[in-house]
């Protein structure tokens, strides 16, 4: 389809939608948004590096404002049946900045690099800047976070050669526009893999390495998305087959080593002077007696595997297109929607194999398809064995919404069939992509901001 299309599309679809969701969620209501906020607030307050704590806890200082909204929006959050009244939201927006700092343990989150985090502290400081109370900051950080991640899916889809379609679908699945407008890593995660597609999609169309230029982009696209997400470092094996012999006098291969190796070097850093393990329910992770039990038992992890897939598999895709919210605020849509964006999706993803700018590319292909797996075989396995208890059955803290910057990439995966079309068909494939595109977007934009207003101020129920 049209870029300039794909990118009205795009624009008109989910701004508006993302926008309503930074001013309609209170803080603290999207998924670990908590933890995300007070990560960022500790770089601000100097920690580059999260701290570990004489008492095992991992974090840093944060303003003791940020606390103090939290306790008014906690028993909405935490009481099954309460909602957001107007005696509670008037009560939150009195929270002002403290000035006094508070060690907080936030152990999820003070393993992540500052990168992705430069909107929300952006938007932090120029709020405490100007003299904004912690509530209207917080808001003011998601909108920084709508731009930044807006700003890249339109990249993407002016660059991409192919596959807008089902690049457009996922960017305005529900899950995406609310973590556009969410303080964490997850919207730019998910805009810098469209960036991602978009350059990958470019190396295809011309059945040729990437440029100089392209590659140097897909190297630094997949530091920053393995620097937050470590799995995502597989996804480097594909630039292998688009990387040019030499970028002007150096080899090839050289923007790929800083792409490999900070990630780990942060990683490792991470794991011993950072991470601790988190504690939940009755599980106490343990990462060395997990690797001792995989050893002598080398099928355990293959097995928890398939059980968690098989019991939990289609939460899982639920939660990846639209499962909003924390604790005791979850916002589901209505049960058909969900089959409904993934057949609009698979219908996109069967037109962008009829796309001209798909060409034939097995090697390639066949690499990106390998990449796809290894990447989601390393979230489960990184889930195994730093959240799950030693020789469990399943993989715990898996959550659906870490999939969604991968089904980006499955445009990239599809044959090339489109040659042997005809001319009328090849024609209508533009209009038959925005009216998928269109159909599913106004319905999202429709449905989750009624859902929200009803869940989060009406009614619990």
Not at 4 to 26: D, E, Q, R, T
Not at 140 to 154: D, K, M, T
């Amino acid at each position: 389809m049209p870029k300039n299309i794909a990118v009205l599309l795009f624009l008109l679809l989910a701004l508006p939608v993302s926008c309503f969701m930074a001013w309609a969620m209170p803080p603290y209501f999207n998924v670990d948004e908590t933890n995300h906020v007070m990560r960022a607030e500790t770089v601000l307050q100097g920690h580059f590096f999260g701290a570990r704590d004489v008492d095992g806890s991992a974090g840093g200082l944060i303003d003791e404002g940020l606390l103090e909204l939290l306790t008014r929006y906690w028993p909405v959050l935490s009481e099954p049946g309460r909602v957001a009244n107007p005696t509670v939201t008037a009560d939150a927006a009195t929270v002002a900045w403290a000035g006094k700092t508070r060690f907080v343990h936030i152990p999820n989150t003070a393993i992540y690099p500052p990168t992705l985090y430069l909107p929300t502290m952006a938007g932090l400081l120029t709020g405490k800047t100007l003299g904004f109370g912690v509530e209207d900051s917080i808001r003011l950080a998601r909108l920084a976070n709508i731009v930044s991640a807006a700003l890249l899916v339109v990249v993407a889809l002016r660059l991409a050669a192919f596959g807008h379609g089902p690049l457009l679908a996922v960017a305005l699945w529900p899950i995406c526009l609310a973590q556009y407008a969410a303080c964490s890593q997850d919207g730019l995660l998910i805009a810098l893999s469209a960036l991602y597609a978009a350059l990958i999609s470019r190396a295809i169309a011309r059945q040729a390495r990437a440029t100089p230029l392209e590659f140097i982009s897909l190297a630094l696209v997949t530091l920053l998305l393995s620097m937050s997400r470590p799995a995502n470092l597989v996804l480097l094996l594909p630039l292998l087959l688009v990387m040019p012999a030499r970028i002007g006098r150096i080899p090839g291969w050289l923007p790929l080593l800083p792409a490999l190796l900070l990630p780990i070097a942060w990683a490792l850093h991470a794991m011993v002077h950072v991470q601790v393990m988190q504690v939940h329910g009755e599980v106490v992770p343990d990462l060395g007696a997990q690797v001792s039990y995989m050893l002598r038992h080398p099928l355990a992890f293959p097995s928890a595997l398939v059980d968690t897939l098989s019991d939990w598999g289609w939460p899982f895709t639920v939660a990846m297109l639209g499962w909003i919210g924390w604790s005791q605020v979850t916002i589901i849509l209505p049960d058909a929607l969900y089959p409904f964006y993934l057949w609009i999706f698979g219908l996109l993803l069967a037109l962008s194999a009829l796309a001209p700018g798909n060409r034939p590319g097995w090697r390639l292909k066949t690499g990106m398809a390998l990449a796809l797996a290894g990447t989601i075989l390393a979230v489960f396995l990184l889930q195994y064995l730093t959240f799950s208890a030693v020789g469990a059955g399943q993989v715990d803290g898996i959550q659906g919404r870490y999939f969604a910057p991968l089904a980006l990439l499955l445009g990239l995966v599809m044959p090339s069939v489109g040659q042997r079309l005809p001319l009328r068909l090849q024609t209508a494939l533009p209009a038959m992509n925005a009216i998928l595109l269109a159909t599913g977007g106004i319905v999202t934009a429709v449905a989750l901001p009624y859902a929200v207003m009803m869940r989060v101020y009406v009614t619990a129920g």
